[in-house]
């Protein structure tokens, strides 16, 4: 497919699996992925956390922004995530939380437009990487991809690389045709405290 091509051609050299060769950033964007009833973080969710812990620890960035569904009282990614990140020694106060990373794009678009984000690391399994930067290089960020594949997944790793095939064609849509985020809301820079993002 065309859109597969445009996108993974596009990302190509912004990307790496070692987050010690990745450049210095303002945040790591931390995208969600599922978490089970019980508010457990998978095993995918889990290690995308790890890594962007990491990259703070690390030096790489000031600010980490766990990005993803906080839609219904009973779903939350966001704050499985957050109690992850504190868990790993990042301060509450650099730890900004999305509710509204609905989908890649819309955690993109939010980085920039609600958080002022110029540059940053984003962070998700090696499968969705390519999709993720060219997103959010389309999305005015200055952005670079670190691989949060820290074990195997089995059949879930399969399952998601067609479905992210089949999310490529998607992403490009999206683009073309401006598609803002289902929420925007008040600017919270990012350079702030990240407490105020709390919901």
């Given at each position: 497919m065309v859109s597969?091509?445009i996108?993974l ?7 790496t699996?070692r ?9 790591a964007i931390?995208?969600?992925a599922?978490?089970v009833?019980?508010g457990?973080?998978?095993a995918?969710?889990?290690d ?7 990259l703070?620890r ?7 922004i766990a990005?993803g569904?906080h ?10 995530m957050r109690?992850g990140?504190?868990?790993a020694g990042v301060?509450d ?5 999305d509710?509204?990373?609905f989908?890649t794009w ?7 437009k609600?958080f002022?984000?110029?540059?940053a690391?984003?962070v998700?399994q090696g499968?969705h990487l ?5 997103l959010?290089?389309?999305?005015g ?8 594949d820290?074990?195997?997944?089995g059949?879930?790793n399969?399952?998601?690389s067609?479905?992210e095939?089949l ?9 073309v ?5 289902q929420?925007?809301?008040p600017?919270?820079?990012?350079t702030?405290d ?6």
């Amino acid at each position: 497919m065309v859109s597969n091509a445009i996108v993974l051609l596009g990302a190509r050299g912004d990307i790496t699996d070692r987050p010690a060769q990745a450049p210095r950033a303002q945040a790591a964007i931390v995208l969600g992925a599922r978490v089970v009833p019980d508010g457990t973080m998978t095993a995918m969710l889990a290690d995308r956390v790890s890594t962007g812990a990491r990259l703070y620890r690390e030096g790489k960035v000031d600010r980490v922004i766990a990005s993803g569904d906080h839609g219904t009282r009973g779903y939350d990614e966001v704050n499985a995530m957050r109690r992850g990140l504190l868990a790993a020694g990042v301060p509450d106060r650099d730890i900004f939380t999305d509710h509204a990373g609905f989908d890649t794009w819309s955690s993109m678009v939010r980085a920039q437009k609600v958080f002022g984000v110029e540059s940053a690391l984003v962070v998700t399994q090696g499968f969705h990487l390519p999709r993720a930067v060219w997103l959010g290089q389309r999305a005015g960020l200055d952005v670079h991809g670190v691989s949060a594949d820290l074990r195997a997944y089995g059949r879930h790793n399969a399952r998601s690389s067609v479905r992210e095939w089949l999310a490529r064609p998607k992403a490009v849509q999206e683009v073309v045709v401006g598609r803002d985020p289902q929420f925007l809301g008040p600017r919270i820079p990012i350079t702030g405290d990240g407490r105020l993002t709390r919901g």
